[in-house]
């Protein structure tokens, strides 16, 4: 249900926009996460959003990272902007139903969004 296209290889410095595609409008009120999982660590948060407005990001990535909706495209990207090697990995972004307050950051935080996406790959040297 969920498609991430986007990844690519670039040299630092570099940007990429990521794209989520859901299949049609999932929910009604959504919490939209990415994440990304570099070889030999453990998956990491990147960014969050969420329907009611409030974004979330990692603090490796404020500043150079936006995580926004494209509604004329249903889809929920991540613009990677100034990248560096650290930022190589498979970027996956995931969904849930938003509940309001700090739902959607709570299962952000804890990585335990319901659906995910197979991941895409960025590289950067």
């Known amino acids: 249900q969920l498609v991430e296209s986007g990844g690519g290889s670039v040299q630092a410095g570099g940007s990429l926009t990521l794209a989520c595609k859901t299949s049609a409008r999932m929910f009604t009120s959504y919490c939209m996460g990415w994440f990304r999982q570099a070889p030999g660590k453990e998956r990491e948060q990147v960014a969050s959003?969420?329907?009611?407005?409030?974004?979330f990001y990692e603090d490796s990535v404020k500043g150079r990272f936006t995580v926004y909706v494209d509604n004329a495209k249903d889809t929920f990207n991540l613009r990677l902007n100034d990248l560096t090697p650290e930022d190589t990995g498979t970027h996956y972004c995931?969904?849930?139903?938003?509940?309001?307050?700090?739902?959607?950051?709570?299962?952000?935080?804890?990585?335990?969004?319901?659906?995910w996406g197979q991941g895409t790959q960025v590289t950067v040297s």
């Open positions: 959003i969420d329907s009611d407005g409030p974004t």
């Open positions: 995931a969904a849930d139903q938003s509940q309001g307050g700090k739902y959607c950051y709570n299962l952000w935080r804890a990585q335990i969004l319901d659906y």
